[in-house]
């Protein structure tokens, strides 16, 4: 696994920025097995981004740019991303673990005959023993792997590594011709994106979590005001979302999206372990709980025992105070 390719993805024309700790991921990798690594964009249009990507120590930036990949398709893509990588001399493929790469990377592992890693947290060691660390059972065991295949693909777990640094070097870019190979099994409908004046939860900076201790929609709207004040995402445990109170989006978790923002906030949630498993990598979080034995003031850096019906408003203003808004 001495030459890495890293997926960036792209996202209505632009280059997803949650994806890139998977570059941040393979210049550890490389550094660690004396390798190297290159990033790969694949799209339609996309070859304008290429520059975007070159500032990081890649040794190619490879640009994939074809009418067919204008929207992904499991089965193209995974033909695709192994072709290049076939090209380019890659025998460990890395990507963020998000819902595009969840269903791309096992494709590709089953394409290249290689071990994968799901979820990778950190690598461990150097060299021929290099390994890997992945959460289990909902966070509750941290598994060592190791990877005993000739080539390996990587799902990275991208609240665990930071955003690539600039190394001031340039990659080069590299114009691949792979073509879009259309098995016939699926065909692309449509995409609806889910239409939100707030912040997406994954690339918030402060995220505001209601649990079912806000019993209703109307006690789950007092998280709006603090919300847009701090121009926060809003996020909810599943017990709400199996309530019908919020869209399953917004489902932070083991289930749900795994978030790590500069602040969280818990109201009236637990803290259940599948819970946590999405959000302890946040860089500070507030809980609100009326209960002073909930778990998740085990992992709260500051924690309010109280009425989150009491609590929140007085917060809310708080704040604005604070603020002088
Ligand atoms: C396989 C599996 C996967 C799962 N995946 C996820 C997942 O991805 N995400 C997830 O969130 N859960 C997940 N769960 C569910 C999880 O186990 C918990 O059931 C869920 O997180 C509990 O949600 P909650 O904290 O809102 O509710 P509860 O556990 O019922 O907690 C409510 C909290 O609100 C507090 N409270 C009540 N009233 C007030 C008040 N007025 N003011 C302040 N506090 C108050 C209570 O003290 C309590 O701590 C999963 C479960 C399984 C089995």
């Known amino acids: 696994m ?12 632009k280059i997803r920025k949650t994806s ?45 740019d074809a009418p067919g990949f204008a929207n992904y398709l499991g089965g193209p893509w995974a033909k695709a991303v ?15 673990s998000d819902t595009f790469s969840r269903d791309l990377l096992p494709r590709v592992a089953a394409r290249m005959g290689a071990g994968m890693v799901s979820e990778t947290t950190a690598i461990v060691g150097d060299g ?8 289990m059972w909902a966070g509750n065991v941290l598994g060592t792997v190791e990877v005993r295949t000739p080539t390996a693909v990587f799902g990275v777990r991208g609240t665990d590594f930071d955003p690539p640094k600039a190394t001031g070097g340039a990659s080069a870019v590299q ?11 699926a065909t692309y409908v449509k995409f609806e994106p889910t239409v939100s004046a707030r912040p997406d939860l994954a690339e918030a900076a402060v995220v505001i979590s209601g649990g ?23 996020g909810a445990t599943r017990a709400v979302v199996d309530a019908g109170i919020c869209p399953n989006d917004l489902q932070v978790g083991q289930t749900g999206r795994v978030v790590a923002p500069q602040l969280y906030f818990a109201v009236g949630l637990s803290g259940a372990i599948q819970h946590v498993a999405g959000m302890k990598n946040s860089k500070v979080i507030v809980a609100i709980n009326k209960d002073e034995e909930a778990p998740i003031f085990s992992v709260a850096d500051y924690g309010l025992v109280g009425d989150a019906f009491k609590i929140l408003p007085e917060l809310t203003d708080a704040i604005r105070k604070h603020k002088g808004l």
């Not at 694949?42 to 975007?52: I, N, P, R, T, W």
């Not at 021929?128 to 959460?135: L, M, N």
């Not at 201790?213 to 005001?225: H, Q, R, T, V, Y």
């Open 2 to 13: 001495k030459n890495i390719l890293v997926i960036a993805e792209t996202f209505q024309g």
């Open 20 to 64: 890139l700790p998977a570059v941040t991921f393979a210049a550890e990798l490389a550094g660690k097995v004396g390798g190297e690594f290159s990033i790969a964009l694949f799209g339609s249009g996309v070859a304008g981004l290429a520059g975007e990507l070159t500032g990081f120590g890649a040794k190619n930036v490879y640009v994939v």
């Open 82 to 96: 192994v072709a290049l990588a076939q090209q380019a001399g890659a025998t460990a493929v890395a990507a963020v």
């Open 128 to 135: 021929a023993g290099v390994k890997f660390q992945r959460p």
């Open 175 to 185: 114009n691949a011709s792979i073509a879009f190979a259309d098995d016939g099994k």
């Open 212 to 234: 079912r201790g806000l019993k209703d929609a109307a006690g789950f709207a007092l998280l709006n005001p603090l919300a847009d004040m701090l121009k926060a995402a809003i």
